[in-house]
């Protein structure tokens, strides 16, 4: 198929200024970029006036880990921002590699009991996903704490060095097969307590293959400093690029935050390090994260343990009861189970029920099993706008594409790359390094060859934006919105 768009302001994601011209996809690809006054084609866009730019790259969703990928297979949050290609894999939690079909890792999100597991190697687990089909392109990175937990189960215990051996292995073949890198989720329990050298030795396959490291920090509120020299001195010390997960400044820990921030560029000669940031004041938390560290351990069904047990219930609520002047406001996003509650705050959830807000806070952890997101208004929002335009920023919705059966959406998963570009607009920024910050520069760093940048020969993954409004929207040489409404089409590829 051949789809010429006529006398487009070229936006070519590379940074070079914009020009009108037209532009010629011949199957997957972009055949040429020019004037062609009498080149016809199986279609014909008329894009005078609209701004022709690469695809967007979101770097760190979760729509493998709440498994939308297969219950929501065409992504339209995404598509309709203009996002063409998705990394997941993060946080230390993959869908692939798995050695025994298993998927206790993504339990902080949601239960693996939705899908069917017919894969283990990173191969197998692109054939499933080309099978089902994807509305935008996926690429994943290899997630430690999957990989660990198979290895070790829930114990907490450091690798002997034959499973370090069979990990490093198992990280080589998963980056053969076309993974990213490595991530790690090291605030999350199975984590917590893993060695800087246990990170080390598992990241030396990583950059022999070029792949990148993405970490959720150890510590986000009053050990961020300690947790960022550690990243950046892994970063330093093995050479690799190296990305701070939701990197934000949590209200209260503002200090904390800009020294962290410091240390980063004040090392940019050393290390090269890079953070993603959406611009929503909003965290998206596990339950089980609100419980008192002492009762965080080994896995949900322990922790379990320690709420319904008469020894300890009685000092869990004592502690909630510490930071219950927080919690009014905590919003259910998502609760196993329970559907209806869905969008009420836990006042209302405790208010309706006779309880104070800890108790209310301790029976919904109880009656979703541990198995609910909170989201969360916790994060200085008057920080965000200087972060985002921040070089080593990178834009991440830090979201899954939920689709139209979710009860309840969180803003960053429908509109974090619409607002960043009008913020952008509004600080009068220049559109070609705007749209270069998030297509050329994340292709860039994770070695997505082809794509990011508007040139013939590449892949034709573009978007047509009129006012920073999503228009049309083209995956592989192929419509996926036209128009602005979703064609139903499954354009993506696994990368």
Same mark, same amino acid.
């Given at each position: 198929?051949?789809?010429?768009?006529? =006398?487009?302001?070229?936006?070519?994601?590379?940074?070079?200024?914009?020009?009108?011209?037209?532009?010629?996809?011949?199957?997957?690809?972009?055949?040429?970029?020019?004037?062609?006054?009498?080149?016809?084609?199986?279609?014909?866009?008329?894009?005078?006036?609209?701004?022709?730019?690469?695809?967007?790259?979101?770097?760190?969703?979760?729509s493998?880990?709440?498994?939308?990928?297969?219950?929501n297979?065409?992504q339209?949050d995404?598509?309709?921002?203009?996002?063409?290609?998705?990394?997941?894999?993060?946080?230390g939690?993959?869908?692939?590699?798995?050695?025994?079909?298993?998927?206790? =890792?993504?339990?902080?999100?949601?239960?693996?009991?939705?899908?069917?597991?017919?894969?283990n190697?990173?191969?197998?687990?692109?054939?499933?996903?080309?099978?089902?089909?994807?509305?935008?392109?996926f690429?994943?990175?290899?997630?430690?704490?999957?990989?660990?937990?198979?290895?070790?189960?829930?114990?907490?215990?450091?690798?002997?060095?034959?499973?370090?051996?069979?990990?490093?292995?198992?990280?080589?073949?998963?980056?053969?097969?076309?993974?990213?890198?490595?991530?790690?989720?090291?605030?999350?329990?199975?984590?917590?307590?893993? =060695?800087?050298?246990e990170?080390?030795?598992?990241?030396k396959?990583?950059?022999?293959?070029?792949? #990148?490291?993405?970490?959720?920090?150890?510590?986000?509120?009053?050990?961020?400093? /300690?947790s960022?020299?550690?990243?950046?001195?892994?970063a330093?010390?093995?050479?690799?690029?190296?990305?701070?997960?939701?990197?934000?400044?949590?209200?209260?820990?503002?200090?904390?935050?800009?020294?962290?921030?410091?240390?980063?560029?004040?090392n940019?000669?050393k290390?090269?390090?890079?953070?993603?940031?959406?611009p929503?004041g909003?965290?998206?938390?596990?339950?089980?994260t609100?419980?008192?560290p002492?009762?965080?351990?080994?896995?949900?069904? /322990?922790?379990?343990?320690y709420?319904?047990?008469?020894?300890?219930?009685?000092?869990?609520?004592?502690?909630? =009861?510490?930071?219950?002047?927080?919690?009014?406001?905590?919003?259910?996003?998502?609760?196993?189970?329970?559907?209806?509650?869905?969008?009420?705050?836990l006042?209302?959830?405790?208010?309706?029920?006779?309880?104070?807000l800890?108790?209310g806070?301790?029976?919904?952890?109880e009656?979703?099993?541990?198995?609910?997101?909170?989201?969360y208004?916790?994060?200085?929002?008057?920080?965000?706008?200087?972060?985002?335009?921040?070089?080593?920023?990178?834009?991440?919705?830090?979201?899954?594409?939920?689709?139209?059966?979710?009860?309840?959406?969180?803003e960053?998963?429908?509109?974090?790359?619409?607002?960043?570009?009008?913020?952008a607009?509004?600080?009068?920024?220049p559109?070609?390094e705007?749209?270069? /910050?998030?297509?050329? #520069?994340?292709?860039?760093?994770f070695?997505?060859?082809?794509?990011?940048?508007?040139?013939?020969?590449?892949?034709?993954?573009?978007?047509?934006?009129?006012?920073n409004?999503?228009?049309?929207?083209i995956?592989?040489?192929?419509l996926?919105?036209?128009?602005?409404?979703?064609?139903?089409?499954?354009?993506?590829i696994?990368l």
């Open positions: 198929m051949t789809i010429l768009i006529k =006398s487009g302001n070229i936006i070519d994601g590379a940074g070079r200024p914009k020009f009108r011209a037209d532009l010629l996809i011949k199957d997957d690809k972009i055949a040429a970029i020019g004037i062609f006054p009498n080149k016809t084609a199986d279609l014909t866009i008329d894009a005078l006036g609209l701004n022709v730019v690469p695809g967007f790259i979101d770097v760190n969703t979760d493998d880990h709440y498994l939308t990928l297969f219950t297979p065409l339209e995404f598509l309709l921002q203009g996002v063409t290609t998705i990394i997941g894999g993060q946080c939690s993959s869908l692939a590699p798995l050695f025994y079909g298993s998927l206790k =890792s993504i339990r902080t999100w949601t239960t693996g009991e939705k899908i069917n597991i017919d894969w190697t990173i191969n197998e687990f692109k054939g499933t996903l080309r099978k089902l089909g994807l509305g935008v392109n690429g994943t990175l290899i997630g430690h704490s999957t990989i660990r937990r198979d290895l070790a189960g829930d114990d907490i215990r450091d690798l002997t060095d034959s499973e370090i051996s069979v990990f490093q292995h198992t990280i080589e073949s998963a980056l053969k097969e076309g993974a990213l890198g490595l991530s790690t989720g090291l605030s999350y329990i199975h984590s917590r307590f893993v =060695s800087y050298s990170i080390k030795k598992l990241l396959p990583v950059i022999r293959r070029g792949g #990148v490291y993405a970490t959720h920090l150890r510590d986000e509120k009053k050990d961020l400093i /300690k960022v020299k550690e990243t950046a001195f892994v330093e010390e093995i050479g690799i690029p190296t990305i701070i997960s939701h990197f934000r400044p949590i209200a209260g820990f503002e200090e904390q935050f800009r020294e962290a921030l410091s240390i980063i560029e004040n940019l000669h290390q090269n390090v890079f953070f993603d940031i959406n929503f909003m965290s998206i938390m596990p339950i089980y609100f419980l008192p002492w009762t965080q351990q080994e896995s949900l069904e /322990k922790m379990l343990e709420i319904t047990g008469k020894n300890h219930r009685l000092e869990i609520l004592k502690e909630l =009861s510490l930071i219950e002047n927080n919690l009014e406001n905590l919003v259910i996003g998502e609760a196993e189970n329970h559907p209806s509650l869905a969008g009420k705050t006042g209302e959830f405790s208010e309706s029920r006779g309880l104070d800890a108790e806070l301790l029976m919904l952890m009656i979703t099993n541990l198995r609910a997101q909170l989201f208004n916790n994060i200085n929002s008057d920080l965000l706008p200087e972060l985002l335009f921040h070089p080593q920023a990178l834009i991440a919705s830090n979201s899954a594409s939920l689709g139209s059966q979710a009860a309840l959406k969180p960053r998963s429908t509109g974090t790359f619409k607002k960043f570009l009008k913020l607009a509004e600080k009068n920024l559109m070609e705007t749209i270069r /910050k998030i297509t050329s #520069v994340p292709a860039k760093i070695k997505i060859k082809k794509r990011g940048v508007l040139s013939e020969g590449n892949f034709a993954d573009l978007a047509l934006l009129k006012e409004e999503t228009v049309h929207v995956i592989n040489g192929k996926s919105v036209q128009e602005g409404k979703i064609t139903n089409q499954k354009n993506g696994p």
